[in-house]
């Protein structure tokens, strides 16, 4: 008896929050409510902590204090790194590189750039995911003013050449953003030793809270804001500052990156077991994205036959959180634009599975999907029309 | 996002298989798209003794197949072809907006292996009486 048992393994979509973090935040909702711009001495405990959050990013990331602004998250501070420095440049050139890989908010924001009279370039990337610092180069002309590529992927985990990438850019004379959501954690980050211009992070993909992230810039960059209004953060991100939120940005990136190595050896030991057993025990199955370049956690596999919803509904079923590159699942009727861009055809894209572990999961997870996982895919093999043809 | 029907439907879902020398059969759908339905039928003087299906998709392309292959069942042929997909979504509680296409696939799996059945006995095909823009399918290849 008991209640069912839930398996989660989708820390790349969201994480928990951590008891420590979370503790951290609650005097901030009450007792410490006051206004950081307010004259009176309780709002000045408010703006105390704040500074200290800022400290603690900072600390992570290898930036200067000042050089760290918080925003409501990934999505925001991507939009403002690239509107930013795209509306501040455009004097200068209306030329931006990306990937064709990047996270939507990412993705759209040049999108809508395209239609504002800026043109954009997007890298293609190889079978595995990676980007190669030479397609930068050729890419790169005259009017380039921004690049902007992902620390490592959310999909299908490649971990991006940064260092290299940030380095082709500089060469240019041209700004380097790096959307680093998926990467803080997981990866060493350093922005001076990287070469990174502006980094994106969200807390909640750390075990921090939702709706809180943050901005890196480095000094003397120029760069417009996004949201107008009071004087907050130094004049550059207005709105009255989301105080517990921010202080739970700065314990959960603390926690985060006090011990990347031996965070990753725990999780990366129950991933390639997870994977090793996955690709044993399933035929037709393969790994999408980079063999070693990828984040510890993560695991995307595709099964011939099959399409990912059901296969997701099946797992739900049986208490597992996953995710798919399945066009079913997105909204759109489209297969995933990442694992198209690696070369992954149309068909198998729609049989894609994600499983992303993280803090909470064990080796009786790991045990559990390996004995769920091949059950499900031969029962949804079973009823699919492609497997007999082929099989 | 699914109604209770149609996770039914998908869990437990009817009349999987295929028949052994059927007497009409229907393939629709397209890899590519992410839902490929084929259609068995048995049809003895006129009417349809049994339906099978094996279906690659979603949940509601799973459950579409399901109670579209149980509406036919026992039907006449002309009855079974005026069984539309709106029929089958509403026999399945409704489908979401976006997944109204699963139930579309399902009715044209009908016709087809009904068409099949007639060619195959020398009679002329029936037409569609409203046939369905060829709704997402071909969009998406040309999108790539």
Same mark, same amino acid.
């Given at each position: 008896?008991?209640?069912?048992?839930?398996?989660?393994?989708?820390?790349?979509?969201?994480?928990?929050?951590?008891?420590?973090?979370?503790?951290?935040?609650?005097?901030?909702?009450?007792?410490?409510?006051?206004?950081?711009?307010?004259?009176?001495?309780?709002?000045?405990?408010?703006?105390?902590?704040?500074?200290?959050?800022?400290?603690?990013?900072?600390?992570?990331?290898?930036?200067?204090?000042?050089?760290?602004?918080?925003?409501?998250?990934?999505?925001?501070?991507?939009?403002?790194?690239?509107?930013? =420095?795209? @509306? *501040? %440049?455009?004097?200068? /050139?209306?030329?931006?590189?990306?990937?064709?890989?990047?996270?939507? !908010?990412?993705? +759209?924001?040049?999108?809508?750039?395209?239609?504002?009279?800026?043109?954009?370039?997007?890298?293609?990337?190889?079978?595995?995911?990676?980007?190669?610092?030479?397609?930068?180069?050729?890419?790169?002309?005259?009017?380039?003013?921004?690049?902007? =590529?992902? @620390? *490592? %992927?959310?999909?299908? /985990?490649?971990?991006?050449?940064?260092?290299?990438?940030?380095?082709? !850019?500089?060469? +240019?004379?041209?700004?380097?953003?790096?959307?680093?959501?998926?990467?803080?954690?997981?990866?060493?980050?350093?922005?001076?030793?990287?070469?990174?211009?502006?980094?994106?992070?969200?807390?909640?993909?750390?075990?921090?809270?939702?709706?809180?992230?943050?901005?890196?810039?480095?000094?003397?960059?120029?760069?417009?804001?996004?949201?107008?209004?009071?004087?907050?953060?130094?004049?550059?991100?207005?709105?009255?500052?989301?105080?517990?939120?921010?202080?739970?940005?700065?314990?959960?990136?603390?926690?985060?990156?006090?011990?990347?190595?031996?965070?990753?050896?725990?999780?990366?030991?129950?991933?390639?077991?997870?994977?090793?057993?996955?690709?044993?025990?399933?035929?037709?199955?393969?790994?999408?994205?980079?063999?070693?370049?990828?984040?510890?956690?993560?695991?995307?596999?595709?099964?011939?036959?099959?399409?990912?919803?059901?296969?997701?509904?099946?797992?739900?079923?049986?208490?597992?959180?996953?995710?798919?590159?399945?066009?079913?699942?997105?909204?759109?009727?489209?297969?995933?634009?990442?694992?198209?861009?690696?070369?992954?055809?149309?068909?198998?894209?729609?049989?894609?599975?994600?499983?992303?572990?993280?803090?909470?999961?064990?080796?009786?997870?790991?045990?559990?999907?390996?004995?769920?996982?091949?059950?499900?895919?031969?029962?949804?093999?079973?009823?699919?029309?492609?497997?007999?043809?082929?099989? | 996002?699914?109604?209770?029907?149609?996770?039914?439907?998908?869990?437990?879902?009817?009349?999987?298989?295929?028949?052994?020398?059927?007497?009409?059969?229907?393939?629709?759908?397209?890899?590519?798209?992410?839902?490929?339905?084929?259609?068995?039928?048995?049809?003895?003087?006129?009417?349809?003794?049994?339906?099978?299906?094996?279906?690659?998709?979603?949940?509601?392309?799973?459950?579409?197949?399901?109670?579209?292959?149980?509406?036919?069942?026992?039907?006449?042929?002309?009855?079974?072809?005026?069984?539309?997909?709106?029929?089958?979504?509403?026999?399945?509680?409704?489908?979401?907006?976006?997944?109204?296409?699963?139930?579309?696939?399902?009715?044209?799996?009908?016709?087809?292996?009904?068409?099949?059945?007639?060619?195959?006995?020398?009679?002329?095909?029936?037409?569609?009486?409203?046939?369905?823009?060829?709704?997402?399918?071909?969009?998406?290849?040309?999108?790539?």
């Amino acid at each position: 008896m008991g209640e069912k048992r839930i398996v989660y393994m989708d820390h790349s979509a969201t994480t928990y929050t951590k008891k420590e973090v979370l503790e951290a935040m609650i005097p901030y909702y009450s007792e410490h409510f006051g206004n950081p711009s307010s004259i009176y001495s309780i709002a000045g405990d408010s703006k105390k902590v704040i500074d200290a959050a800022r400290v603690q990013v900072a600390k992570a990331l290898g930036a200067d204090t000042d050089e760290i602004y918080f925003t409501s998250g990934g999505s925001e501070s991507d939009n403002w790194a690239i509107k930013g =420095v795209a @509306f *501040a %440049n455009r004097k200068k /050139g209306n030329h931006i590189i990306t990937s064709a890989i990047e996270h939507h !908010a990412v993705l +759209h924001t040049c999108k809508y750039l395209e239609k504002e009279g800026f043109t954009v370039t997007y890298l293609p990337v190889d079978k595995y995911g990676m980007i190669d610092p030479a397609d930068l180069e050729k890419a790169i002309t005259e009017k380039t003013i921004l690049v902007s =590529v992902m @620390f *490592a %992927n959310n999909e299908i /985990g490649t971990i991006e050449p940064i260092a290299e990438l940030g380095a082709v !850019a500089h060469n +240019h004379k041209v700004y380097f953003h790096t959307d680093a959501v998926q990467a803080i954690g997981n990866v060493p980050v350093d922005v001076k030793e990287q070469n990174i211009d502006m980094l994106s992070l969200s807390a909640h993909k750390f075990y921090g809270p939702k709706g809180i992230g943050a901005l890196y810039i480095r000094k003397g960059m120029k760069i417009e804001n996004l949201i107008h209004g009071g004087g907050q953060e130094r004049k550059r991100r207005a709105g009255t500052e989301n105080i517990a939120g921010i202080v739970g940005l700065g314990k959960a990136i603390e926690l985060a990156t006090a011990d990347i190595d031996g965070h990753n050896r725990h999780i990366q030991g129950m991933r390639d077991r997870l994977l090793q057993g996955i690709l044993t025990k399933i035929s037709g199955s393969h790994l999408n994205g980079h063999k070693e370049k990828r984040l510890p956690g993560n695991i995307n596999v595709s099964f011939e036959f099959i399409e990912g919803e059901s296969l997701l509904l099946w797992l739900d079923d049986e208490g597992i959180c996953a995710s798919t590159g399945s066009a079913c699942t997105s909204g759109s009727l489209e297969p995933s634009h990442v694992l198209i861009a690696t070369g992954l055809p149309v068909e198998i894209s729609h049989g894609s599975l994600r499983l992303t572990l993280g803090d909470i999961n064990t080796e009786q997870d790991v045990d559990f999907i390996l004995e769920v996982l091949p059950k499900v895919v031969s029962r949804l093999r079973d009823m699919s029309p492609l497997y007999r043809k082929s099989g | 996002m699914y109604s209770d029907t149609v996770m039914d439907h998908f869990k437990n879902p009817r009349n999987v298989g295929e028949i052994e020398n059927s007497d009409g059969e229907g393939e629709v759908g397209n890899p590519v798209c992410g839902d490929i339905m084929k259609i068995f039928l048995k049809i003895e003087n006129n009417i349809i003794t049994d339906a099978r299906f094996k279906t690659f998709g979603c949940g509601a392309a799973i459950a579409s197949s399901s109670m579209a292959t149980e509406l036919v069942k026992g039907k006449t042929l002309e009855e079974a072809w005026e069984v539309s997909n709106k029929a089958v979504a509403e026999a399945l509680d409704g489908l979401p907006p976006i997944k109204m296409h699963c139930s579309v696939l399902a009715e044209e799996g009908i016709h087809h292996a009904i068409n099949d059945y007639r060619k195959k006995h020398g009679l002329e095909p029936w037409v569609e009486r409203n046939p369905h823009p060829r709704d997402h399918h071909e969009d998406l290849i040309a999108d790539h």
